[in-house]
């Protein structure tokens, strides 16, 4: 499985944007970058997730480099509730196949200050 | 509804102990997922079922008994488990296995402690 790099952790004023990043150098064209958060005491949370083109949705955007070996998922405003741990992970294309599996790294640690 | 339930949301069990988590979603997926996650560590993958089959077992541990009934619901069995086998035990479903095109969802999981 081709993996993914994140910061241990990080810190963000109430209100203002986050830009966490992500290395994933071996990624491959089948490679869809998908980001999940967690919150303390639940379980995780689809944010959103792309292939090449940036996208967009109400939670979050993700900025995808143009050789797709990194990105970043921006909080436009981050509030006291987006502190968790969010986690890039890389899911292959394999539609029916028998090995795809959703793996989950160790994630950056988002402490959001008021 | 677009949840996952997960019942009960805490079980303490002895180690000579047989108990089930419980696992429901109605959206119609036909991928649902088990996870055990231990405390500061991110989740790791048990089992993996696709049309109410087992697809993927991480070689886990055989006191650990997952059951697929029907396309709603998943059980997982826990029989003679040990004190290390305490730790957030999450399901998760998503429309189909292998589509990279939908995101699965998460229920709140099941606090295990084993004692």
């Known amino acids: 499985d081709a993996k993914t790099t994140q910061p241990n952790s990080m810190e963000s004023n109430e209100e203002e944007p986050v830009h966490l990043p992500c290395n994933h150098s071996?990624?491959?064209?089948?490679?869809?970058i998908h980001w999940y958060r967690q919150l303390p005491s639940q379980g995780p949370e689809y944010v959103i997730h792309g292939l090449t083109s940036n996208v967009n949705n109400r939670m979050a955007s993700l900025a995808i480099a143009e050789d797709r070996k990194s990105s970043t998922l921006i909080l436009h405003r981050a509030t006291l509730r987006d502190a968790a741990v969010y986690y890039c992970?890389?899911?292959?294309?394999?539609?029916?196949?028998?090995?795809?599996?959703?793996?989950f790294g160790t994630g950056t640690l988002l402490a959001v200050q008021p | 509804d677009t949840e996952v339930t997960q019942t009960p949301k805490h079980l303490v069990m002895g180690m000579t102990n047989k108990k089930s988590l419980k696992c429901e979603q109605h959206m119609g997926h036909r991928a649902m997922y088990w996870y055990k996650q231990k405390a500061k560590k991110p989740p790791e993958l048990m089992f993996v079922?696709?049309?109410?089959?087992?697809?993927i077992n991480e070689s886990v541990p055989s006191r650990f008994s997952p059951e697929c009934p029907n396309s709603s619901l998943l059980n997982l069995h826990l029989h003679a488990l040990q004190p290390e086998d305490s730790a957030l035990y999450l399901c998760?479903?998503?429309?189909?296995?292998?589509?990279?095109?939908?995101?699965?969802?998460f229920g709140s999981g099941t606090r295990l402690t084993v004692v």
């Open positions: 992970i890389l899911y292959t294309a394999n539609y029916g196949g028998a090995t795809n599996k959703l793996i």
């Open positions: 079922y696709s049309y109410e089959k087992l697809s």
């Open positions: 998760a479903s998503s429309q189909h296995r292998g589509d990279p095109n939908y995101g699965y969802t």
């Open positions: 071996t990624i491959s064209g089948t490679d869809y």
